[in-house]
């Protein structure tokens, strides 16, 4: 065999253009494929440049989101969270009460807020059983008849006395 | 427009957006289907290739000229598509072959792939060998790049290339016998 193809260092040769052969039969060998079968969406090659272009090119300048948690923001809790601990547990000497409210405050915030009793704590606050509530007769009572009681009747005082 | 040209648009940032558009019509093909044969799904090519542009995009000023731009982004290219497939392994707490085997178990269902039982089987076989084999054996078989360019992308020396390039072949042979 005549020598065409020698190894610098082991003194082996190969028959002339032996591994471009070798490559160019894997296909008529083997009924190997030259495709691979894959395939894209269609028109995804026209699609994807307006894609790469919005990253790239034409990237808008980056907008801060207030929704998105940042890397500073969980160190900042960390220390909240310490604060508010120490604050909580440590004995405290200056705790406020309700009687520290402004009675002006909790007046104008119970005319204002609307709240929510239930008809159990209305028995309780009233000391009646639920079956004289019932016999109450609420149809007769419209807003302005009850504006005026409530305006009328009804101080700080008959919410305060009274431990809810 | 040659390469010459485009390079140097690339690096002016008065050109730099319409040099950058040519660039991605006239590559995004074929850096799609090579990143493609690296981790088989589309959806993923698809987030590798945006990836791999941004990334060109970004360090163009970096490239310094010392091999060619084409085999440059290639580069870029193939090093996003092995550490996307290496995070996906680690993420899922496996080896890089398993989670290819599970991709291409999988592949006669895939919407994107209309291969017959041989194309199948090629990619079967391509799967059981070692990432670097594998390159080797897409760029070659596939791509029909030249020793020299594929030297120039993985750094590896054209001798080294051929080797790879002759056992991964052999291998292939070996399973398709074995698996018909």
Redo the contacts between chains.
């Keep these: 065999m005549k020598e065409h193809h020698k190894h610098s260092k082991t003194g082996f040769t190969t028959p002339k253009n032996y ?1 471009k052969s ?2 160019d039969n ?1 296909y008529e ?13 269609e028109k ?2 026209d699609t ?2 307006d ?3 919005k ?3 034409d990237k808008s300048p980056k907008i801060v989101t207030l929704t998105k948690p940042r890397k500073w923001l969980y160190p900042i809790s960390v220390a909240a969270t310490i604060i508010l601990c120490i604050t909580l547990f440590l004995p405290n000497n200056n705790k406020l009460s309700f009687d520290d409210v402004e009675y002006a405050s909790l007046e104008a915030y119970i005319e204002s807020e609307p709240i929510d009793i239930s008809p159990l704590e209305i028995t309780e606050l009233y000391n009646i059983n639920a079956e004289e509530l019932d016999s109450i007769n609420f149809d007769n009572l419209n807003d302005t008849n009850l504006f005026e009681y409530l305006s009328s009747e009804t101080t700080i005082d008959d919410f305060t006395d009274y431990e809810l | 427009m040659t390469e010459q040209v485009l390079i140097k648009k690339l690096k002016n940032p008065k050109t ?2 319409s040099a ?2 040519e660039l ?2 006239i590559y ?2 074929r850096l ?2 090579h990143i ?2 690296i981790v ?1 799904n ?1 959806d993923d090519a ?1 987030d590798v ?2 990836n791999t ?2 990334k060109v ?1 970004k360090n163009i000023d970096r490239f310094k000229e010392e091999s060619k731009l084409f085999s440059w982004m290639y580069r870029i290219a193939t090093n996003e598509a092995i550490t996307f497939i290496n995070q996906r392994a680690k993420k899922h707490q496996t080896t890089t072959e398993e989670i290819q085997q599970k991709i291409i178990s999988n592949l006669a269902t895939d919407d ?5 039982n ?3 089987q ?2 079967k076989a391509i799967a059981t060998l070692p990432q670097k084999q594998q390159l080797v054996f897409n760029m ?3 791509d029909s790049l030249k020793y020299d360019e594929i030297s120039e992308i993985l750094d590896t020396s054209v001798g080294a290339l ?1 080797t790879s ?2 056992i991964a ?1 052999k291998k ?2 070996l399973y ?2 074995t698996h018909h």
């Design positions: 591994f070798f490559e894997l060998h083997l009924q190997v494929p030259h495709e691979t079968g894959y395939k894209t969406p995804y090659f994807i440049e894609v790469i272009f990253k790239t090119v | 730099l957006n950058f558009k991605v019509s995004k093909e799609y289907w493609r044969k088989i589309h698809d290739l945006q542009f941004v995009f994107y792939f209309d291969g017959d041989a194309q199948l090629l990619q070659k078989y596939f051929k390039y002759h072949v292939i042979e398709i016998k």
